[in-house]
């Protein structure tokens, strides 16, 4: 199983980037998706979550401003990210609780992190 972010760059504050994460692979189900970030010299924390009913969930720094989604079908996850500060520049990286099979275990994968860059 492979996450695929992607997305990330360079934006004034105030403005807005959307990542997009796709999974790839042997996936049987899709469970719990969500978004973390990590800035220079900080432990990773989460961004947000949300499950495979689209229950979501938002760190109070995000909320009203990034909005988490996905699409099912194509085994992707979105962070519409709006009014963004520079306090929101770090390393945003995915991840996905899978099921390969009926049977197996729920395993958890990273993608491989999106720079976002936020300047003031």
């Known amino acids: 199983v492979q996450l695929q972010a992607s997305g990330g760059g360079l934006v004034q504050a105030g403005g807005s980037l959307r990542l997009s994460c796709a999974a790839s692979?042997?996936?049987?189900?899709?469970?719990?998706m969500g978004w973390y970030r990590q800035a220079p010299g900080k432990e990773r924390e989460s961004v947000a979550a949300?499950?495979?009913?689209?229950?979501?969930n938002y760190a109070d720094s995000v909320k009203g401003r990034f909005t988490i989604s996905r699409d099912n079908a194509k085994n992707t996850v979105y962070l519409q990210m709006n009014s963004l500060k520079p306090e929101d520049t770090a390393v945003y990286y995915c991840n996905a609780a899978v099921r390969t099979t009926w049977y197996a275990s729920v395993y958890v994968y990273w993608g491989q992190g999106t720079l976002v860059t936020v300047s003031s």
């Open positions: 949300i499950t495979i009913s689209g229950s979501t």
């Open positions: 692979g042997n996936i049987f189900r899709l469970n719990d």
